[in-house]
């Protein structure tokens, strides 16, 4: 189904994007050759500035797959096979590397010789082969971009001068990569994606992009041992996938995953693309919905989710409102492979409905200064120590995404992890408290359906929940401490959030106490009346303190806290 899907996406939408034999690879460097082969130039593709430089991406021949062996690509590499200039390692054997470097090179020229031995001669491959047999590279060397090339060992190729178009780009070496016999047999087999007679693909590109995957690429579909031999066949053999098809399918992957893909995002640990079966309005809004806003742009302001939601208040049909088919693929790396995180295929009208239903859960009362609609990171985020991407808990970031995708409850270890990182912190935020009501919620809907304990944008006064009743309650106290004490600098939350949310009977009765020593140091008697009208309305409801509470409810806690927080220091209606 996955690579059914890649393939006709490259076939309906990509048909121009690349041709068989060739990839679409990104090379900073171009060397500019006269036709007598003499070196004229060098030119920078990159853009940008410092580290975000980005190279410019062009089609060059298909690239060969490498391990640890010397194998060179057609009229394209590294600066060690097209100059014999290894990339500088301390940890390395100098003279060494630069050995292999002249094997590497060797190589890079007998692919070229023996690529064009059978066609005409080109004066662009001409021009190549003097140049790459009078290693005559000292304006090069001297050249003030070789620095770069040399430290960064990137990528080069040729150019002739006053063509627009690479030497591996001419039609002489188009016709030679169509023309060549292929490595596979002749005898066809039923392509697995396709359904129809080809020769299989041995071995399938490379997949690159993946974050955390080997920079070489990894690959979906691979049997490199002698355990995955099956009926004497090895390698692609085992499951017969067509040229055609392997072309197609790792081509609209690779352009996916792309640097600059707008077809993309990162959520945890999963690199995720998207597409729709026909071009469509929400390959252009999902990465806004579902990623981190551009600096200097809020959430208030994006305009996806804006439309999303003014659509059903407006009455107008909502503009992803559809029945094409949208597709939603999560990978992770795995060694040398690619491991599906999750795939996901729906209609755009069942996706839309989801994503709204998933906003209006996690929405909750917010500071003024706190964006409206939290993205997948930031809620992520939220459950991992330090804040950082990389802590996030495996597999959470895509079980997430899947869940809100197909209006399923959310993983149960959202809820764990949010609350395991409000004990660690002692500090209940936006986004955690979002993330415990929008868990709640749904629970609730798809389990419980009790409308009593409900979990609300905003204070519930008829809440009777104890978990909630209790979380208001620690909110009233702390409130009261810091009032008696302006400035002091750690509250009772710091000391007592963990076992007041999880074993109340030990924490509260101690705390109610202090109470009474905090509220006699207030001057203004009539709040101090109003703050104790408060606790006789939130404890009148709780009958006993009790000796533990659910991990549910300690996420109603969480809430309840946070809620009491919120109405505090919200802006009072004098009328």
């Known amino acids: ?71 060179a690509n057609l009229l394209w590499g590294t ?48 021009a190549v082969i003097r140049f790459l047999e009078s290693k005559n590279y000292e304006k090069l060397f001297h050249h003030s971009l070789w620095p770069d090339i040399e430290e960064s060992g990137a990528n080069i190729t040729f150019q002739l ?30 392509c697995l994606v396709s359904g129809n007679p080809d020769t299989s693909a041995r071995l399938h590109t490379a997949i690159k992009g993946v974050w955390g995957a080997q920079p070489s690429g990894a690959n979906i579909v691979s049997f490199n041992l002698d355990a995955f031999k099956s009926f004497g066949k090895k390698q692609g053999y085992n499951a017969p996938i067509g040229v055609k098809s392997e072309f197609a399918y790792t081509t609209a992957l690779n352009t996916l995953l792309a640097k600059g893909s707008r077809q993309r995002l990162q959520a945890g640990d999963a690199s995720t693309v998207f597409w729709a079966e026909k071009k469509h309005e929400i390959e252009d809004w999902f990465a806004d919905i579902f990623g981190e806003p551009a600096k200097g742009e809020s959430g208030q302001d994006n305009e996806a989710i804006k439309a999303l ?19 939603v693929l999560g990978l992770s790396p795995n060694a040398s492979r690619i491991a599906v995180r999750f795939w996901y295929a729906e209609t755009v009208v069942y996706v839309e409905r989801n994503i709204r239903q998933h906003f209006e859960d996690i929405e909750i009362v917010r ?41 399923t409850p959310y993983p149960a270890t959202l809820l764990s992890s949010a609350i395991r990182r409000i004990r660690a912190e002692r500090e209940v935020t936006y986004p955690r408290a979002s993330l415990i009501k929008a868990v709640l919620v749904r629970n609730e809907r798809f389990y419980n359906k009790n409308e009593k304990e409900v979990i609300g944008m905003s204070l519930d006064l008829n809440n009777t929940n104890a978990g909630y009743r209790l979380g208001r309650l620690f909110a009233v106290l702390e409130k009261i401490q810091e009032e008696a004490s302006p400035g002091i600098n750690a509250t009772i ?73 919120q109405d505090f220091f919200k802006k009072k209606d004098n009328n």
């Open 1 to 71: 189904m996955i690579l059914q899907a890649l393939t006709k996406y490259y076939n309906e939408r990509m048909s121009n994007a690349a041709q068989e034999g060739f990839q679409q690879q990104e090379v900073p460097f171009v060397i500019t050759l006269n036709r007598q082969g003499d070196f004229v130039g060098l030119i920078d593709t990159r853009e940008g500035d410092g580290k975000k430089k980005r190279a410019r991406s062009f089609l060059v021949p298909k690239a060969v797959k490498k391990s640890v062996n010397i194998a």
């Open 79 to 126: 600066s060690a096979y097209v100059l014999g200039r290894p990339k500088p390692d301390k940890k390395k054997d100098a003279e060494k590397l630069l050995e292999r470097a002249k094997e590497q090179q060797a190589s890079f020229l007998d692919r070229i010789k023996e690529a064009f031995t059978s066609m005409p001669s080109d004066v662009g491959i001409a």
């Open 161 to 190: 001068e006053g063509d627009t178009e690479l030497i591996c780009q001419r039609e002489t070496v188009k016709k030679t990569i169509l023309s060549s016999p292929k490595d596979e047999p002749t005898d066809s087999q039923i």
């Open 309 to 327: 939601f003014k659509s059903p208040e407006t009455g107008a049909t909502p503009a992803l409102d559809d029945n094409t088919r949208f597709y």
């Open 367 to 407: 500071p003024p200064n706190q964006p409206k609609y939290l993205s997948l990171f930031r809620l992520l985020v939220s459950t991992a120590l330090q804040g950082k991407s990389e802590n996030i808990t495996p597999n959470l970031a895509g079980d997430f995404m899947k869940a809100i995708l197909a209006g």
């Open 493 to 565: 939350r710091d000391r007592f959030y963990g076992s007041a949310s999880s074993t109340p009977v030990t924490v509260f009765p101690h705390l109610i106490k202090l109470k009474n020593h905090h509220i006699a140091k207030l001057e203004n008697r009539g709040h101090a009346v109003n703050l104790e009208k408060i606790i006789g309305e939130i404890v009148d409801d709780v009958k006993d303190f009790p000796g533990h509470l659910s991990l549910d409810d300690q996420g109603r806690f969480a809430v309840g806290y946070y809620h009491q927080r």
